[in-house]
C-alpha cells in the first residue's frame, strides 16, 4: 500500500500499539483472501471478526477529465451519454426513448446519536461528489433525436424532489419513488418537463434517521402492482429495532388504492428490482450488513419469494446469528432463506438490469448487468466496477465477469462510481455515475449489430 | 503566597480536570449495566457519549499534570506520586479500548468486553484516585511546610 491512501480510524484519535497491530493483522487477512470465493450460489464465510478498529479504506474521489472514460473488453463501446450531472443516482427510459436520469442528493437528515456518528458523517462526505451546490434532487430528461448517441436535447424533467430514486411508467402514469413517497405524475408521451406537483400514492419510510434512503422501484408485468425496496434504517440495529418498522423490506403496493403490504422482508439495504426475463421472478440486489470483517457479510443478489424472509437483522445467509442484534429472534431465523447469488462482500451493489433488449453481443443476452458502487470497510478496495452474471433457465449460470471498470485509478482513487443500471431504445447499457456526475452509455463494438436491434 | 513550586502535587488545574474521568467513568458504568439489563440503545448511546468525554477530560488532565510537574522543575514527584502516573496511564489505555468497543454497533459495543472494560476502569480510576490522592495528602502535609 504505498499509494496514498485513507486510512482512518473510527473512535478517539489515540492508537496504542496494540491497536495497529490488531488492525495490520486484519489487513493482511483482507490481502491474502481471494474474493472470488465469495461470487456464487455458494460462498465462503470466513468465521466473523469483530475491531477496536475496524479496517476501511476509502477511495477519495478526483473525477473524470474531458475524454477519460471507463473501460470495456472487447466487443463494447462504452462513451458518455451526459456528463456535468449533478449526483446521478438511476436512470429510465421511457418508451419513446428519451432517458431519466434521476440527481439525486442523501436526505442527510441522520441524527447525531454517539461520538461515532460525527466520524461516520464526516468519512461519508470525504467519499461522495461534495460540493455545496443544489442542483440536485430532480430528474433530467435526455433525448437523442438523431440516434447517435449524443443527446440533443437535455432539460429538467421534473425539479424539486425529494432524494428520489425509482422510477416507473405505467401507461401515462409516472411514479416516482421520493425517499419519503411515491408520487403520480401524468405523463404524455413526448412530454420534456413536468410542472404539476406529483400526488402521493404511498408514504414510504424516510425520516427520522432514514439511513438507508434510495427507493427502488418497479412495476407488475400487468401494471396493477408497484414494487419498492425500502432499505434500513441503520447497518445493524444500532438506531433501536423501532426504528426498522416496515423496513429492510420489498413493499407491494396497490396501484389503484395505494395500499401496501409487505411482499418481502429482512432485506438490508435492497435495491436494483427488476423481473427476470426467463422465470418472470422479482430480483434484487442487496447490500448486506458491515463491521463484522472485510469478508463479511458478502453482498448479494436474489430472486424474491413472496412472504420471504432473508435474515437481516438477526442472521445472515440462512441461520449465521449476528450477535450484534438482542433480543434474537430464533423464531424468524429458522425460516431465513439463502439467497441465490452472492456477489462478494462490500461492493455495494445498488444497480441491477437484465439483458433483455438485444443491443449488445449474443454473450450478454438474458444475463444480468449489476452496477458494484464500491467499498469502504475492508482494506483492498472491492467493488467499483459493472459487472455481468451470465443467467440460464431463469437462473445465475456461471462466474461474474467484469464488464466496466476503471472507475478507479491505479493509485486507488476514484473517477467515478456506478449506481443505477438501465438499457435505453436501443438496447444499450446506461450507467449512473454518481461521483463522476455522469452517465456511461455501453453499446456493442461492432455498429451494424447495435443499429439491427432497432 | 501562592506558590506552586512549593506545593506542587496540588494541581488545582490537575485536580479539577481529573474529577470528569472519575464521574464519567462511573457514569459509564452504570449506564452500560442498563443496558445490559434493557436492550436499549439509548443507555449504550449515554455510555458513548461519557466514555469519550471522560477521555477528552483525562487526557487534558494529565497532561496539565505533566504541566504542573515541569513547572514546578520537581521532575522527582512524577516518582513520589507514582500511582497517580501508572494508575491514570492503565485507565487512560483501559478507557480508549472501551471507548473503541463501544463504537461498535449494537449489542457487542458493550456486551460482554465494553462492560467488562467499563468495570475495569473504574476499579483502576477509584485505586488510583484512592491511592494517588492520599499519598498526594501526605506530600502536600510535607511540602507545605517552609
Known amino acids: ?454 | 503566597m501562592m506558590n506552586s513550586g512549593s506545593s506542587p502535587p496540588g494541581f488545582p488545574i490537575f485536580r479539577i480536570l481529573a474529577a470528569f474521568p472519575i464521574a464519567g467513568f462511573c457514569g459509564a458504568l452504570v449506564t452500560d449495566i442498563a443496558y445490559a439489563a434493557t436492550a436499549d440503545m439509548l443507555w449504550a448511546d449515554f455510555s458513548a457519549w461519557l466514555l469519550a468525554a471522560s477521555m477528552v477530560a483525562g487526557v487534558l488532565a494529565a497532561a496539565a499534570g505533566v504541566v504542573d510537574v515541569i513547572a514546578s522543575r520537581r521532575l522527582g514527584l512524577l516518582w513520589t506520586a507514582w500511582p497517580i502516573v501508572i494508575g491514570g496511564l492503565l485507565a487512560l489505555a483501559l478507557g480508549l479500548a472501551d471507548n473503541l468497543v463501544h463504537s461498535r454497533d449494537a449489542w457487542t459495543s458493550v456486551m460482554p468486553i465494553g462492560l467488562a472494560l467499563s468495570a475495569a476502569t473504574v476499579l483502576v480510576t477509584l485505586i488510583t484516585a484512592w491511592t494517588g490522592g492520599s499519598r498526594v495528602a501526605r506530600i502536600n502535609a510535607v511540602g507545605v511546610r517552609p
Open chain 1, 1 to 454: 500500500m504505498r499509494h496514498a491512501m485513507l486510512k482512518l480510524g473510527c473512535g478517539v484519535a489515540l492508537a496504542s500499539a496494540a491497536v495497529l497491530a490488531l488492525t495490520g493483522a486484519a489487513s493482511e487477512t483482507a490481502d491474502s483472501f481471494d474474493v472470488r470465493t465469495q461470487i456464487g450460489p455458494n460462498p465462503v464465510l470466513p468465521p466473523l471478526q469483530q475491531y477496536l478498529l475496524p479496517p476501511m479504506h476509502l477511495a477519495p474521489v478526483i473525477g473524470w477529465k474531458p475524454g477519460e472514460t471507463p473501460k470495456v473488453p472487447a466487443g463494447l463501446r462504452i462513451q458518455a451519454l451526459a456528463t456535468g450531472l449533478e449526483h446521478p443516482r438511476s436512470v429510465y427510459t421511457l418508451p419513446n426513448g428519451d432517458i431519466l436520469v434521476v440527481e439525486s442528493r442523501g436526505p442527510g437528515i441522520e441524527p447525531v446519536t454517539r461520538p461515532k456518528s460525527v466520524i461516520m458523517n464526516w468519512m461519508e462526505s470525504l467519499v461522495t461528489s461534495g460540493g455545496s451546490n443544489t442542483g440536485s434532487n430532480r430528474i433530467t430528461l435526455l433525448r437523442d433525436t438523431h440516434g447517435d448517441g449524443k443527446p440533443d436535447v437535455r432539460t429538467v424533467f421534473i425539479d424539486h424532489l425529494a432524494s428520489p430514486f425509482g422510477v416507473a411508467l405505467v401507461g401515462n402514469d409516472l411514479y416516482v419513488a421520493d425517499t419519503d413517497a411515491i408520487l403520480h405524475f401524468p405523463y404524455t408521451t413526448g412530454q420534456t418537463s413536468i410542472t404539476v406537483p406529483g400526488d402521493v400514492l404511498t408514504p414510504l419510510p424516510g425520516g427520522p434517521i432514514d439511513h438507508h434512503w434510495t427507493k427502488s422501484l418497479v412495476a407488475s408485468a400487468d401494471g396493477s402492482k408497484l414494487y419498492v425496496g425500502v432499505g434500513s434504517n441503520s447497518n445493524i440495529t444500532e438506531n433501536g429495532i423501532g426504528a426498522e418498522y416496515e423496513r429492510a423490506a420489498i413493499w407491494e403496493v396497490d396501484r389503484a388504492t395505494g395500499a401496501h403490504r409487505i411482499f418481502a422482508s429482512g432485506l438490508r439495504n435492497p435495491n436494483g428490482l427488476s423481473w427476470e426475463p426467463q422465470s418472470h421472478a422479482l430480483w434484487t440486489v442487496v447490500n448486506e450488513r458491515d463491521e463484522l470483517g472485510p469478508d463479511l457479510v458478502p453482498d448479494y443478489m436474489t430472486s424474491v419469494k413472496d412472504g420471504g424472509f432473508y435474515g437481516w437483522p438477526y442472521s445472515y445467509y440462512g441461520q449465521h446469528l449476528d450477535p450484534r442484534v438482542q433480543p434474537q429472534r430464533p423464531d424468524l431465523v429458522a425460516k431465513a432463506l439463502v439467497p441465490d447469488y452472492a456477489l462478494s462482500s462490500h461492493v455495494a451493489p445498488l444497480g441491477l438490469v437484465f439483458d433483455t433488449a438485444g443491443g449488445l453481443p449474443a454473450h450478454y443476452a438474458g444475463g444480468a448487468f449489476v452496477g458494484e458502487h464500491g467499498s469502504w470497510d475492508r482494506q483492498v478496495l472491492n467493488g467499483y466496477k459493472v459487472v455481468f452474471v451470465p443467467f440460464s433457465g431463469g437462473k445465475p449460470n456461471g462466474m461474474a465477469e467484469d464488464v466496466v471498470t476503471g472507475f478507479l485509478d491505479d493509485k486507488g482513487q476514484a473517477h467515478g462510481r456506478p449506481v443505477g443500471l438501465a438499457l435505453d431504445k436501443t438496447g444499450a447499457l446506461l450507467i449512473a455515475d454518481d461521483v463522476g456526475n455522469a452517465v456511461w452509455r455501453v453499446t456493442s463494438a461492432a455498429p451494424g449489430q447495435a443499429a439491427d436491434a432497432r
